[in-house]
């Protein structure tokens, strides 16, 4: 995720924005899953074995401890939405398939800014209540553990409800998280918004495939994440259905109505490439989106891993869209900020969400303590794109990292390190420097070839499920046959900064930082 710039609160990204042209200007223990069709035989009644109890409300999650809920895993949701124009209501619903890891009398979903109107489990009703932010369920028949079962939920969504996260409830929420417009609407729900979509187990670890039935008038067009499946009309509406290949998490789904050209691109081994953008502003778009093959070919000869999705592309929307959101198979901007200028700015965001898509998305983090796995890789390849492409213009790959280090000698005080921020406002811009700076060193210490070796099995290992920073350092101590671990856990988890490898001369900044501000 990229913010973007005029927040009040100080953020690396925003430093490097300002001072790098390769920022730009803008600003997750599941398993790995086959077919439940195919892997899991029904059950039809409670195991003798255990007696049924509610799943846990709430994951563990030190950030954000009222998200999340135990006792399943989320295998699909299955979301329709009904869009009128002028109308901030929809008719909506999900259907989830979900496994149960234990017997269940009762189970809770993350559900905010919606009215439930039916609950159904294994299409017997259901009873329910919410409360808070929390919709708890108690089926008729208790799913015995190991069951695969199905949840479908008659709502309406709400796109004006835009409330403070329960875990920063005196803060003003800094995006809007229905993201409206006169023709339409787009999502952004990282970090813990995205259950204000539809009911769902809303922690990262958690990926699950997702499917998107959109019904708007005929004239306008619904994308969403993955791929389109089928579109049939009907008198004057149009039912769009996509779906993605693979599991992804929920804090970065995205589905968008509006007015949009659509431009197919060929990837590496033949990848489609589709992108999408407000019809206002393709044409100025258009030159930065014909970009995407040549970043989609770099990022895997860098990591030398094919792209982990079935299909790529943008979507650009129109407006002040919050900030780049990793969106998988669709990273999404403000065409109009982030797609539309003529300098490097905008590519290196590009680049920077495309990385994602590999550490972030097809590699969740396991929970929001793990976040500089995703957002220091990003911003790490995003400097090493910038630097192979000769976009120096306000600095090389070395001056950014030094201003990654100096940045995070500045903040770290105060902000928390990278594997520990001091609260939920830093998850998204407080993890970049401190992981930066750390893959630097780490690729300085144990050579390049190694460097890549660790990186290639780390994201093998772990695609389609989440990490942890203990992942990332069990793996570099195998692969390198080194014990790496005092030196990853002194950037990701020390109270001051470590010292910069291959940089002895490099000293805290003398400028003085930006008071911390709960108003961001």
Known sequence: MRQATGTTRVSFIALTAAMAVSVGSLSAASTARADPAHNLAPHTGVSARERPRPGAVGAGDRLFPSLGNGGYDVQSYDVGYGYRPGVMTMESSVDIMATATQALAGFSLDSAGQHIESVTVQGEKAAFHSSGEKLFITPKKPPAKGQLFRVHIGFSADRTANPPSPSTPTVSPNFLNWYNRDDGFALFGQPDRAHL????????????RVTFRITTPKDLQAVAGGTLRSRRTVGDRTTYVYSTRDPIPTDVIQAAVGHFKELDQSGPHGLPLRSYVDT???EKAAPQVKLVPGQVDWVERELGVPFPFETYGVLGLKGGYAAALESPTLSTFSATAGLTKADHGDEGTMVHELVHQYFGDAVSVNNWDDMW?????????????????????????????HRAYEFDQANRPQYGPPGRPGDTADVLGGTNAGGVVMLDGLRRLVGDATFRA?????????????????????TANSVSGRDLTAYIRSWIYGATTPPAVGHPDWSAPATVREPRSKAH
């Open 197 to 208: 979509f539809f009911p769902m187990n809303d922690i990262p670890r958690d990926k699950a």
């Open 454 to 474: 660790i990186e290639r099995t780390f994201f093998e290992k772990y695609r389609s499920t989440s990490a942890t920073t203990q992942d990332y350092i069990d």
């Open 280 to 282: 206002d502003d393709f």
């Open 373 to 401: 796995l995703s957002e220091g890789h990003a911003s790490y390849y995003t400097f090493r794109f910038m630097a192979d492409k000769g976009y120096a213009e306000n600095g090389t790959y070395d001056d950014n990292i």
